[in-house]
């Protein structure tokens, strides 16, 4: 899946994977949402980075907009916004986050 990486994904894709595919992983994956000429997504960026690179989890980053499916999927309306997932299951939002302290706090979610 080319959206996906382990860790810190730094570039947002126009090919994301299909709803189906990110239902059907099997481990922990963070799904972000945003634009690369979002002032949000760049204003999030260097938190994301450094919270995400200490983690192992799949980091999906999907360049979202209008008629993109797996947005819509996952009824996103505000950017950056990142679900963890959890064998495909959403069990945590973030949606614009600017403090690496808001990400570690999502990412517990993992562990509950």
């Not at 990486?5 to 994956?29: K, Q």
């Not at 690179?53 to 993109?68: E, L, N, R, T, V």
């Not at 819509?72 to 986050?97: M, N, Q």
Request: hydrophobic letters at 40%; glycine letters at 8%; charged letters at 30%.
């Amino acid at each position: 899946m080319k959206a996906c990486t382990t860790g810190f994904n730094a570039t947002y894709h126009e090919d994301g994977p299909t709803i189906e595919e990110v239902r059907g992983r099997d481990d922990y994956t963070i799904v972000e949402f945003g634009a690369p000429w979002c002032e949000h997504c760049q204003a999030a960026e260097a938190a994301v980075k450094r919270v995400l690179s200490d983690h192992s989890f799949s980091h999906i980053k999907i360049f979202d907009g209008a008629g993109k499916r797996l947005g819509r999927a996952f009824k996103v309306k505000l950017w950056p916004t990142l679900i963890l997932l959890k064998s495909g299951e959403e069990i945590a939002r973030l949606v614009r986050p600017t403090e690496p302290e808001e990400l570690s706090l999502f990412l517990k979610a993992a562990f509950d």
